[in-house]
């Protein structure tokens, strides 16, 4: 697994199809930080690719970034963990803003279960 830091979080490559994200603590995404990740991934993954969202942190996106954060086509499924119930209600409200398609987007409490979803997608 390579891991890398950028200026708002870890990216670790769990395989040429799969990327696991851990955004920092108080961070703000805004459209800078999107189009970071975004050329991150086009340059470091396998087309189709899917995304492992863990919310360890405390974070929020500016209103721009929400409707352009999951809108790369070569994205295949995304899945998002988090262990609090505030959290999935945050992950559940920004995948409605941007429209993606909710059959390639999973909601879990857990990593374990979040992994076996997502490499069976």
Known sequence: MNIYKLSFGTICIINP???????????????????????????????????????KNHYSYTFEAQKIIGNLEQVKSIAFVSKIKEGLLAFKTLSTINGKDQNAVKFFDSRAD????????
């Open 17 to 55: 199809h799969l990327v696991e994200v851990i955004v920092n603590d108080e961070v703000i995404i805004d459209e800078v930080e999107v189009d970071e990740f975004h050329d991150f991934l086009l340059s470091n993954l396998d087309s189709p690719f899917s995304i492992l969202v863990n919310k």
């Open 114 to 121: 979040a992994l076996c979803w997502i490499e069976q997608q």
